[in-house]
C-alpha cells in the first residue's frame, strides 16, 4: 500500500515547506507535487490576473472582502474545472503505481472537493488542512512578492470547508518539521504503512 498525503490550504499557508520537510525528516521516498506543479504549465490564457476586467475559463482572480480587508478569491471555470480534474486523476495514478506522494494543494470549491475525494478514495488518502491566520498570510505574502497581495486571506477565507481533514497544522505556531512530523504521526496512527 502506497501512503498518499494531501497538505490542503491557501496560498502562502505554508504547505510547501511541510512537503519537504516530510522528505526530509521521513526514512520513505517522496514523490512531492502540487497544483502549482501544473498550473505553471498552463498557457497564460488559462489565467485572468489580478487588476485586469478579463475573464478566464480557467481561472480568474476576482476582487473580494474578507474581514473588512479588500483581497483576492480565485474562481475556476469550466475550463479550470477540467484541468484540476486532469490534475486529480494524475494523483490517483501516481498512487496506484505505488509513488507515496506528498500533494500541495489549494481547493477552491467543492467540486474540487468531491472530485479529489472520489479519485482518491480506493488509496486512503490522509488529508491535512494547513491554516494560518490572515495577518500572518498577509505579511507572509508582503514578503514572498510572488503572489497577489490579498489572496491567501480570499482563498483561506473557504478552502477548508471541502474535505474532512484527519489533521489539520497551524503553520503560525509550529515549524515546517513540526508539522511534518504530526503528519507523520497521524499516518502512523492511522495504520497506513507504504
Partial sequence: ????????????????SI?????????????ISGIDTFLALQP????ALPGTDAV??????SAATVDGVACWDVVLGVQGLRFVRAVHQYWAASAAEGFNQVIDHVLLNSAMGADLTTRLAPH??????????FDVLD???????????????GIGS???NY????????????????AAHSVLAAIDAAGLTA
Fill in 124 to 133: 486512503r488518502p490522509l488529508y491535512v488542512g494547513v491554516r494560518c491566520p
Fill in 158 to 160: 473557504h478552502v477548508h
Fill in 56 to 61: 478566464s475559463d480557467g481561472f480568474t482572480w
Fill in 44 to 47: 497564460d490564457t488559462m489565467f
Fill in 19 to 31: 512537503a519537504e520537510a516530510i522528505r526530509a525528516v521521513s526514512p520513505l521516498p517522496w514523490q
Fill in 1 to 16: 500500500m502506497t501512503i498518499t498525503v494531501v497538505l490542503n490550504g491557501t496560498s502562502s499557508a505554508g504547505k510547501t
Fill in 139 to 153: 505579511e507572509r505574502e508582503r514578503q514572498r512578492g510572488d503572489r497577489a497581495l490579498g489572496q491567501g486571506r
Fill in 163 to 178: 474535505v474532512p481533514y484527519d489533521l489539520e497544522v497551524d503553520t503560525s505556531v509550529l515549524t515546517s518539521e513540526e
